[in-house]
């Protein structure tokens, strides 16, 4: 029998989607440029799956003059163990200096405690009188909500304040403030504001739009299921396709992949036709919630996160990039029909 040998590389797909930067993003955004004067302290949550790729330069650039906390969230989900790659996390470490990081697992108290700890600290340097504010803002769908949450159940004992979902856009506007440490003799209460996800302008590349929708900051009708899933394929044989082999052997062919995953899981239109589009989009829901392996899919190394500084200069936080990405792509989505319609006629 041939050894397994997975691709190297992943077909570079120009035609798909290059931004998901939406009405109530750009609203989000100017409305926090607005509170940036009565803010204390920025929290930035990235996900530690694609703890590069989920970067937003258009944060640096309209909320520039305010302390940063880095906060990288879903660690349970980035790595089989409790903690993140040592290695991985001192490259991230220096690359942020000098805002300080944390890696966060919600369901894990004691990550929890090191934000609400250094917020504590934060609030004795700020020596602010009405109490610390704090602003979480991010990308959609990274954690922010699920954070406040978190936070307000360990630093005051008290349930949820912000709703949750599985797809973005669940929070499309500024959140009331919420205590999450109450005040005492030393130092006054903090708050934490909730925003909604803004997305970035335009994605440099295509496998970054992949990356991002993977893991679920664009809702899943902008990529095509089986063209998703297929990209999860090529990142489960870089990192153990062992992972699915109860439905199948290795294989570079997500075709056949989702016909054993949906014969065996009864995922099946009239006829016992595999239904594609139902089994891509349940194993990739799979993936999300850790029952498919637990890993990074970005590739952390200086070069690739100077190559993101690089992409963030000549972005430069551009919308009207935003409005030429969005044009282009209906070009390109516009073209590929006319090209379909000629090989049907």
């Given at each position: ?6 691709r ?10 290059r931004s ?9 955004l100017n ?43 879903k ?14 996390k ?25 934000i ?7 609030a ?9 504010r ?26 949820k ?11 499309k ?7 999450i ?9 903090i ?8 997305f ?14 993977l ?8 990529i ?10 090529f ?17 570079n ?5 989702l016909?054993?995953i ?27 919630n ?45 073209k ?10």
């Open positions: 029998m041939a050894c397994f040998v997975p190297q590389f992943f077909p570079n797909l120009n035609s798909l989607p998901y930067f939406l009405g109530h993003h750009r609203a989000g409305k926090m440029k607005t509170m940036l004067s009565s803010v204390d302290l920025i929290i930035e949550c990235r996900d530690c799956r694609v703890p590069i790729t989920s970067c937003n330069p258009l944060f640096e650039e309209h909320l520039a003059g305010r302390q940063r906390l880095i906060v990288y969230t660690q349970d989900l980035a790595t089989p163990g409790k903690a993140f790659d040592p290695k991985k001192r490259i991230l470490e220096r690359w942020h200096n000098p805002s300080s990081v944390l890696f966060s697992d919600y369901q894990d108290q004691k990550s929890v405690r090191k609400l700890e250094f917020a504590r600290g934060w004795i340097t700020a020596d602010n009188l009405v109490g610390l704090m602003m979480v803002v991010g990308m959609p769908n990274v954690g922010k909500s699920t954070l406040l949450n978190a936070l307000r159940q360990v630093g005051v004992h008290k349930g304040a912000a709703h949750t979902g599985a797809q973005p856009g669940i929070t506007k500024i959140g009331t403030t919420v205590k440490i109450e005040a005492d003799v030393e130092k006054e209460a708050y934490l504001i909730d925003t909604p996800g803004v970035i302008p335009y994605v440099p590349n295509p496998e970054s739009m992949l990356k991002l929708a893991c679920g900051s664009v809702k899943d009708t902008i095509a299921p089986v063209t998703l899933t297929d990209y999860l394929l990142q489960l044989n870089i990192n153990q396709p062992s992972l699915y082999e109860q439905y199948m052997h290795p294989t062919d997500i075709m056949a992949l016909d054993a949906a014969r065996k899981t009864g995922r099946l239109q009239k006829g016992g036709i595999a239904d594609f589009d139902a089994t891509a989009l349940w194993l990739i829901q799979r993936w999300r850790g029952h498919l392996g637990k890993f990074v899919l970005d590739n952390i190394t200086n070069d690739n996160l100077d190559l993101n500084r690089r992409e963030a200069q000549d972005l430069d936080g551009s919308l009207n990039q935003a409005r030429r990405s969005q044009r282009e792509s209906r070009r390109l989505r516009s590929q029909r006319q090209t379909d319609n000629k090989y049907l006629e």
